[in-house]
Each structure stands twice: as structure tokens, then as C-alpha cells.
């Protein structure tokens, strides 16, 4: 069964960049099509859409922090990983990882991981 | 960019009622990329409906979804005890994946 896992610092000091890895189990991430998907909430806010990873290394982010995040992937451990440059107390949230399926009528995040909480400050 | 708006923020209900949640967009969407999450305290959101209306894998039939255009609604015919949480609606566009702010079903 698909599970996906996050794993990385609780707390982070301003300026800094976040390093989050997620770790995928009971599925392959060279089976195409394959997306990998961040997703962040940030403490009584909605959920805010980071980017995504395709199977093949194409990514996709959310245009209000483009300039910041990156999303890369290792297919071998079978682990995509995000970075987030220049912290700032507004990135403090729950970070989520997810998959993303895409396939006929299908476009969403249908498996996620238990998230980790990310504390900005000095 | 396109913005989803939900209402209510928050529904009291009690088990077995019937309840419709709204989800509206800023402008019209395509029925297609529009999905629907139960997300429970503590936990990550769980997906329930894609395309507007199609039950996720293992999703009970008492949860149904309908819309098009701006105007998109979730259903629950007969609350669970476990259907008390909170649901977002989400919509997949040119500029990527948006959630509304989510409407909150709790106990009466």
C-alpha cells in the first residue's frame, strides 16, 4: 500500500533555506506517470499548493514562491525532496508531501503523507 | 489567478442530517479540476471527490459531489460521527492547484 513519508528540521531560523524530503513506499516513482506533490498549511490558514515533480524531472510551482522553492527528486531511494530559500516567520506550517495522479478524469493529491511541522525563528 | 470562496465557515450539525457545502470560483472553471478533501484534526487531508463528482477510491457513497461553472457543492446525505471535519474544495488551473478556505462541520 502507497505511503508517504516527510522528514526534515521542526525548526528553522529566518533566512534560511528548508531542506524537506519525502520518502515514498509501496510505489515506484520510475512508474510513469508519476508526480510528487508539496503542499503547505500554514497555522488556522488553508492549504497552500507549493509545486510538484513529474516522474521525468519536469517541475511546477505555485507562481507566489517560485522565486524561493525548488523540488527535485531521486529516484533511486525513491525520495523527492523540497528546498525553500529565505525563510521568513510566514513559511512556519504543517508541510505536507503527496502524490499527485493524473489520469482521465483524475487531477488530484489522492495520497498523502502525515505532514511535519516547520517552525521559523531565531 | 482564480480564487475559491466556501461557505459556510462553520456548519453544526448533528449525526444522520444531510448537508451541502459550497464551493464558488472566481470565475468559471472547468468541472474537470475541481476536487473535494475531508481533512480531520491532526491528520492530512483525505481526497473525496475528483472531477467534480467522481468518489475517490474507498469513499462511501453518502459523500456526492455536483456543479459546474462557479458554483460546485459536496454533499453528505447522513453525517458519521467520523464525517465531522473540515472540507476543502480545490481547483486545478493555469497557474496551478488553489484550496478554498474550508468549512468546518462539527457537532451540535
Known amino acids: 500500500q502507497l505511503h508517504l513519508q516527510e522528514s526534515g528540521p521542526g525548526l528553522v531560523k529566518p533566512s534560511e533555506t528548508l531542506y524537506l524530503t519525502c520518502s515514498v513506499f509501496g510505489d515506484s516513482m520510475n512508474n510513469s506517470p508519476y508526480y510528487g506533490g508539496w503542499i503547505r498549511q500554514p497555522p488556522g490558514k488553508r492549504l497552500e499548493w507549493i509545486g510538484n515533480i513529474s516522474h521525468s524531472g519536469d517541475t511546477y510551482y505555485n507562481p507566489s514562491l517560485k522565486s524561493r522553492v525548488s523540488i527535485s527528486m531521486d529516484p533511486s531511494r525513491n525520495q523527492f525532496s523540497l528546498h525553500l530559500r529565505s525563510l521568513t516567520a510566514a513559511d512556519t506550517a504543517i508541510y505536507y508531501c503527496?502524490?499527485?495522479?493524473?489520469?482521465?478524469?483524475?487531477?488530484?493529491?489522492?495520497?498523502w503523507g502525515r505532514g511535519t511541522r516547520v517552525t521559523v525563528s531565531s | 489567478e482564480i480564487v475559491l470562496t466556501q461557505s459556510p465557515g462553520t456548519l453544526s450539525l448533528s449525526p444522520g442530517e444531510r448537508v451541502t457545502l459550497s464551493c464558488r470560483a472566481s470565475e468559471s472553471v472547468s468541472s474537470g479540476f475541481l476536487a473535494w478533501y475531508q481533512q480531520k484534526p491532526g491528520q492530512a487531508p483525505r481526497l473525496l471527490i475528483y472531477a467534480a463528482s467522481r468518489r475517490a477510491t474507498g469513499i462511501p457513497d453518502r459523500f456526492s459531489g455536483s456543479g459546474s461553472g462557479t458554483e460546485f457543492t459536496l454533499t453528505i446525505s447522513r453525517l458519521e460521527p467520523e464525517d465531522f471535519a473540515v472540507y476543502y474544495c480545490q481547483h486545478y488551473g493555469y497557474s496551478g492547484f488553489t484550496f478554498g478556505p474550508g468549512t468546518k462541520v462539527d457537532i451540535k
Open positions: 503527496a502524490r499527485l495522479s493524473i489520469s482521465g478524469l483524475l487531477t488530484a493529491f489522492d495520497t
